[in-house]
Every structure is written in structure tokens, then in C-alpha cells.
């Protein structure tokens, strides 16, 4: 594991607090981000916003976009607005290329819960938390007004979630990945998948009837929703895996961990199609991959 740190200086000596003030910090990647429409990479590095140019590999520029200097953990792109999170907090941003400055879309908004997902559609905004349950919330006049609470039937721990049209998929802390449907009034649970025998960091759809999931325990495994099992298997990481990405060109799973290993998986054939080994005794925590234009190759990213 990588350790944070913070480089300082030290005011003026005439200040008598003598206090020190951050210039910048060296922390684990903890969300990762292709630009859609730029050749750009950005990359949440503790509270900071780093942006990087693909092709060059060149920093662009970095801020922190949280006056309260938490981490960021959620960083994802909706058409043009960018969702930036910590574990309470969400800030949506536009990004001009041309000038490589970012202004608000929307009002940031504050939550009284652990944010693990966000989705954003015209002015709503389907926000799910760590307690199993999502807020819907609408933008009127400048503000984010809260419209509706929908709580899952099984009020558990998660320690991830994906949203998609209406559907939640989450990560247990019982090794169990549970889908349900928040526009249901009872919320109940449509999928209970077990195989999993750790805890789960990270769930992924593929489609509206394929889920990926990772684990502690050192696997990835394919979820079949319209056969209620799991479809496949994948064992390749020597320590825990982090986080999934979805390379759609090629139909390829990449996931990357904690032995540094970077791993992509072939979903037709099922089974390992490549495995890059990153640094030596360093966590890779984060992938991202990016959908080129025609006769171009896909990019990924892992840190």
C-alpha cells in the first residue's frame, strides 16, 4: 500500500503560528476518468483533481475541487458533465479543453450518508448509498431538492454499488452481490448471488443481464441476471482484487489489485487473455478504459 504524503512549506517567520500549508500530495489513485470528448485522463490522487493528456503523458493541470480537502472518490463522466464525490459531497463540473478550466453544471450537494454511486439525467439525480438505499433529488432554481428515499427490502452494509436504469447492484459485506429496483415501492431484492467468499469491492455491468463482480477472495466472477447464477469464474490475482473495468470493442474484462497485476479476460471465451505485472510490492487500485474512434485502439489505464 502506498502511504500518503503531503509535501509542506512553512509560512513567513513572522507569522508566529508558524503553521504549514499543503502544496501537494502523493496518496493512492482512488477514481480514475477518461475524458469522453478529449484525449485527457483524470485522475483523483487523494483531494486533488489531476488531469493528464493520453497522448503525451503530460500533467495538464490539478486542483482540489473540495474546499474541506477530502478525498475523492467518485469520478465519472455523464455526456458532458463530470461527477466529481467524496464520501459525503458531490460536485458537477463542464470541462473546456480550450481553456483546460472546469465550471459548475450544477449546485454541489452534501449528503448525510457514504456515497458509493451517483447517476445524472436531465435535472435528476439517483444518488446510492452505503446503507442500501438511493435518494432521487431534482434541480430547481439553483438547488438540489430531495423528491424521494427508496430503501432495499435487506437494510445491509455495502461496500460498493453500480446504478443502472432503475436497477441497483451492490456489493455485501456478506460476500453476497443483491440487485434490486428502486423505482419498485417495495424494494425488493431480485437477484441474490452467492458464490463470493469475501467481501466485495467492486460490482460492474456489463449489460442489462451481465454483472462483473471482484472480490477479496482473489476472484472476478460473471453474474447471468436471467438465470439468477454465476456464468464464469476467473482466478489470475495473487491478493485482492480492486477494481473492474469494461473495454466493450473487444469484449474484455480488466481487473486490476492488490499484487499490482493487471489482468484482462476474454468474456466470450472466458479465460485470461493477458497479464501485465505493474510495480513491484505497489497496489494497482484503479482501471479505466476508453472506447476509441474506428481503426483505433482502445486505451486503458491502471494506477
Known amino acids: 500500500?502506498?502511504?500518503?504524503n503531503v509535501i509542506m512549506k512553512r509560512e513567513e517567520a513572522k507569522q508566529?503560528?508558524?503553521s504549514l500549508t499543503p502544496l501537494h500530495a502523493i496518496a493512492p489513485v482512488t477514481a480514475l476518468a477518461?475524458?469522453?470528448n478529449t484525449s485527457t485522463l483524470l485522475a483523483a490522487i487523494g483531494s486533488w483533481?489531476?488531469?493528464?493528456?493520453?497522448?503525451?503523458?503530460n500533467l495538464i493541470s490539478r486542483f482540489q475541487p473540495f474546499s474541506d480537502y477530502k478525498k475523492i472518490f467518485t469520478l465519472k463522466h455523464f455526456h458532458s458533465t463530470l461527477i466529481l464525490g467524496t464520501e459525503q459531497s458531490l460536485r458537477f463540473l463542464h470541462y473546456d479543453p480550450s481553456t483546460q478550466t472546469f465550471t459548475n453544471a450544477f449546485p454541489q450537494i452534501t449528503a448525510a450518508d457514504w456515497i458509493l454511486d451517483a447517476?445524472?439525467?436531465?435535472?435528476?439525480?439517483?444518488?446510492g448509498?452505503?446503507?442500501?438505499?438511493?435518494q432521487v433529488f431534482e434541480c430547481s432554481h439553483a438547488e438540489w431538492k430531495l423528491v424521494d428515499t427508496r430503501r432495499s427490502e435487506e437494510q445491509c452494509m455495502l461496500y460498493c454499488m453500480a446504478l443502472r436504469d432503475g436497477s441497483a447492484a451492490c456489493g455485501t459485506?456478506?460476500?453476497?452481490?443483491l440487485v434490486w429496483n428502486f423505482n419498485a415501492p417495495s424494494g425488493k431484492i431480485q437477484q441474490r448471488l452467492k458464490g463470493h467468499k469475501g467481501v466485495i469491492f467492486r460490482v460492474l455491468w456489463i449489460s442489462e443481464e451481465l454483472l462483473a463482480s471482484c472480490s477479496d477472495d482473489r476472484t472476478i466472477r460473471l453474474w447471468s441476471l436471467g438465470e439468477n447464477k454465476?456464468?464464469?469464474?476467473?482466478?489470475?490475482h495473487n491478493a485482492r482484487v480492486w477494481d473492474l473495468a469494461f473495454v466493450q470493442k473487444h469484449n474484455l474484462l480488466v481487473s486490476v489489485g492488490e499484487d499490482g497485476a493487471c489482468i484482462l479476460w476474454d468474456l466470450e471465451k472466458k479465460e485470461l487473455v493477458h497479464k501485465v505485472q505493474g510495480a513491484v510490492n505497489k497496489d494497482l487500485w484503479r482501471v479505466a478504459a476508453k472506447k476509441k474512434k474506428k481503426k483505433k485502439k482502445s486505451t486503458l489505464r491502471c494506477y
Open 16 to 18: 508566529k503560528s508558524k
Open 173 to 177: 459485506v456478506f460476500s453476497e452481490v
Open 119 to 127: 447517476a445524472l439525467g436531465d435535472s435528476k439525480l439517483v444518488v
Open 230 to 236: 454465476e456464468a464464469a469464474c476467473f482466478f489470475g
Open 1 to 4: 500500500m502506498i502511504a500518503a
Open 49 to 57: 483533481l489531476t488531469i493528464y493528456d493520453v497522448i503525451t503523458g
Open 34 to 36: 477518461f475524458d469522453p
Open 129 to 134: 448509498y452505503a446503507h442500501n438505499y438511493v
